[in-house]
């Protein structure tokens, strides 16, 4: 009769031998369950749901439009609402996406088509967590005209040099004439090529995307880059504008985006208010 030690001592065997077979894969869990097990995502897909909100009531965003971050637990990942209005996002919406804009965890809802924006701009650029693409009127004319948007007051200085712009149509085969969505790798790639070093991007024809290394400075990047398209365009009727200098934009940003804190508080308490 095998003895019991003998028993479990081969039990043991088979059982690591079987267990060596199964990897435990943590893309493998829903979003809920990450936020669940994971303090640092939990916290982020509650600031991005509340970005959505906020977007919206600062007119960044309308119906369209739609903010990502980075999975802050795997870097290769980022969130990203399903194909919903902004205004309305809650964290049941939220899915989670590789960097080729591949829904993960075996999620099947409808994604925005557009998700290809985010996957591109935060693949090639690590510097950069959070990205909002949206269709602000004021900043469509500066992809249109030669009239490049520039950091007029400290609130934008993120400008820098000015806006640089993604024409379509340079990257876009076999046919130019395209329906003006970013609906592929090879498109969000391309834009990212575009927005180069800089945070802030317009698309001729279409909108804007921007970037920053957290939800709080790009939402607050998204907003005044728009306030700074309203009152450039104005300041262009009255004559010659003088625009901050790179030394001014670099200095004015390190400055005004350390208290970005206090304008997020602001319009959280917004739209967060009974």
Do not use: C
């Not at 959070?130 to 249109?144: K, Q």
């Amino acid at each position: 009769m095998m003895s019991m030690k003998k028993y479990f001592s081969q039990y043991a065997a088979i059982f690591f031998v079987i267990a060596g077979t199964v990897s435990f894969d943590a893309s493998a869990l829903t979003v809920k369950e990450k936020i669940a097990e994971s303090p640092a995502v939990k916290a982020a897909i509650e600031e991005l749901v509340l970005a959505n909100r906020i977007l919206y009531d600062q007119n960044a965003v309308d119906g369209y439009g739609h903010i990502s971050v980075r999975n802050p637990a795997n870097p290769n990942t980022f969130f990203l609402a399903r194909s919903i209005a902004p205004s309305v996002v809650t964290v049941d919406d939220i899915i989670e996406f590789d960097m080729n804009g591949k829904a993960l965890n075996g999620d099947v809802r409808v994604a925005y088509g557009e998700r290809f924006i985010h996957s591109g701009i935060l693949r090639n650029r690590p510097d950069i967590n959070s990205v909002i693409h949206g269709h602000a009127a004021a900043t469509l004319p500066y992809g249109l005209t030669g009239s490049t948007l520039k950091p007029i007051y400290h609130m934008s200085a993120f400008l820098g040099d000015g806006a640089p712009i993604f024409e379509i149509r340079d990257f876009a085969s076999p046919n130019t004439d395209t329906d003006m969505f970013v609906g592929s790798i090879d498109l969000g790639d391309a834009l990212s090529k575009s927005m180069g070093l800089q945070y802030f991007v317009l698309m001729r024809g279409h909108g804007y995307a921007v970037g920053a290394d957290s939800i709080k400075k790009a939402v607050f990047r998204a907003i005044y880059a728009i306030q700074n398209a309203n009152i450039q365009a104005e300041a262009m009727k009255m004559g010659a504008v003088q625009y901050l200098s790179p030394g001014e934009a670099s200095r004015a940003q390190e400055t005004i985006e350390k208290t970005v804190g206090r304008p997020w508080q602001l319009w959280s308490e917004k739209v967060i208010r009974p």
